[in-house]
């Protein structure tokens, strides 16, 4: 029983690992505590969800403000209630959409996605 566990532990361990290698790069630089915990490899929905050990307010002035350093023009942000926020924002030919919310006191969960100016549907 006990090699079965340390079997599948392993195992998780090894699986973790392959996929954080396969993380696509964000379209900012992410904040230092940032982590990825999902993407979307077919284009569709959110090009990746994370977390933030920090609060709703800190994470959304961390990501807003590396997604301006990264060269993004803020179009618009929409309060959606207590903790949470969607943010557009432009670069280019692309738009980045920008969601964060509070998970607990002291954690926070973003997702973006981007698309293109011209309608073309999400960003593979």
């Known amino acids: 029983m006990m090699r ?6 392993l195992l ?15 379209p900012f630089t992410l904040p230092v505590r940032a982590k990825i915990v ?10 990746a969800n994370g ?9 959304q002035a ?16 929409i309060p959606l209630g207590s903790g949470r926020v969607l ?10 959409t920008l969601m964060v919310w509070r998970i607990a006191p002291g954690k926070s969960g973003f997702s973006y996605g981007l698309s293109s100016k011209a309608g073309a549907g999400v960003r593979k």
């Open 38 to 47: 999902e993407t979307a490899a077919d284009g569709k929905g959110w090009k």
């Open 62 to 77: 961390q990501l807003t403000a590396k997604v301006s350093a990264a060269g993004w023009a803020h179009l618009h942000t």
């Open 51 to 59: 977390e933030m050990p920090v609060s709703f307010q800190q994470a």
């Open 4 to 9: 079965l566990l340390t079997c599948s532990l």
């Open 87 to 96: 943010e557009a924002w432009s670069r280019g030919s692309e738009e980045l």
């Open 12 to 26: 998780l361990m090894v699986a973790g690992a392959d996929a954080r290698e396969r993380v696509p790069p964000a």
